[in-house]
């Protein structure tokens, strides 16, 4: 169910395509979760409330897509490890470090819980949407999978970008 909800462009990654309710029920499918296993998805229809900000903490904190952008954020430009003092036998006693390309500044990439994690880039993404807006890494490019989706997307995209030219 729900009803089409057409994306910024052909390359957004956030705007839900379907969405359904209105008001506080209102309600956006994750189009990332809804692709297929092989494609980097899950293969099933996820339902997000858009106004208590989930489908917002989804898309950033699941997927590392940023609101602003509608793509993803752009990795650290280098990692490090620090030594750390831990206070109880459960803490890490080294870190990962990412450097980040906005604020040029080393940021934990890791909590210091020596656990098993469910999405290892969470602590970069959390950053990365306070920090980086909508700006990725110079020359960033190939973030997309180049198979017939992608083709035909960008045929698409060149072929909107001429009628429009036309007008």
């Known amino acids: 169910g729900g009803n089409y909800n057409p994306p910024r462009n052909a390359f957004d990654l956030y705007t839900p395509r379907f969405v359904k309710g209105k008001g506080k029920d209102k309600m956006g499918m994750c189009p990332i979760c809804i692709e297929d296993v092989e494609r980097g998805g899950e293969g099933k229809k996820v339902w997000l409330a858009m106004k208590f900000s989930a489908y917002n903490y989804h ?35 080294t870190m990962k470090e990412g450097m980040c390309h906005k604020c040029m500044k080393w940021v934990a990439v890791e909590g210091i ?5 469910k999405v290892k880039e969470l602590f970069w993404w959390k950053h990365a949407a306070t920090c980086h807006s909508s700006t990725t890494i110079e020359g960033e490019i190939d973030i997309f999978e180049d198979d017939e989706v992608y083709a035909k997307l960008k045929a698409l995209g060149s072929a909107a970008e001429t009628s429009t030219r036309k007008r």
Do not use: C, W
Not at 62 to 77: D, E, T, V
């Open 59 to 93: 898309m950033q904190y699941s997927h590392g897509i940023s609101a602003s952008s509608s793509m993803p954020f752009s990795p650290p430009l280098a990692f490090r490890m620090t030594s750390r003092s831990s206070n109880h036998k459960s803490e890490k006693t």
């Open 113 to 117: 819980k020596d656990v098993e994690v």
